[in-house]
């Protein structure tokens, strides 16, 4: 069974920036249909930025231009590079596969802070 492992959150400023990783253990999980998601405090969890066939990537208009997903040359880690922190994007962050797809375990996530 996959467990899929995010990490790299923590607390940072308003115009902050942090880099999420999500990797797997157990069962080697392909990369190249991911997404990444977060669940702000009291919210449901949604879709931030989803990676399909390796190469096409689709951001929530939210975090457009802000946010960028990327993959290490293995492809066997996801990152989410996050610039220019908001104190609205406030959220555990996960990853999973994309929406249309029955998703994998849910991790335990990574929790993002960002102080106005």
């Known amino acids: 069974q996959v467990q899929l492992v995010e990490s790299g959150g923590g607390l940072v400023q308003t115009g902050g920036s942090l880099r999420l990783s999500c990797t797997t253990r157990?069962?080697?999980?392909?990369?190249?249909?991911m997404a990444w998601y977060r669940q702000p405090p009291g919210e449901q969890r949604y879709l931030v930025a989803a990676l399909t066939n390796g190469d096409r990537i689709n951001y929530a208009d939210s975090v457009k231009g802000r946010f960028t997903v990327s993959r290490d040359s293995q492809k066997t880690t996801m990152y989410l590079q996050m610039n220019d922190l908001k104190p609205e994007d406030t959220a555990v962050y996960y990853c999973?596969?994309?929406?249309?797809?029955?998703?994998?375990?849910w991790g335990q996530g990574t929790q993002v802070t960002v102080s106005s």
């Open positions: 157990g069962q080697v999980r392909g990369f190249n249909n």
């Open positions: 999973n596969g994309p929406p249309q797809c029955t998703p994998d375990p």
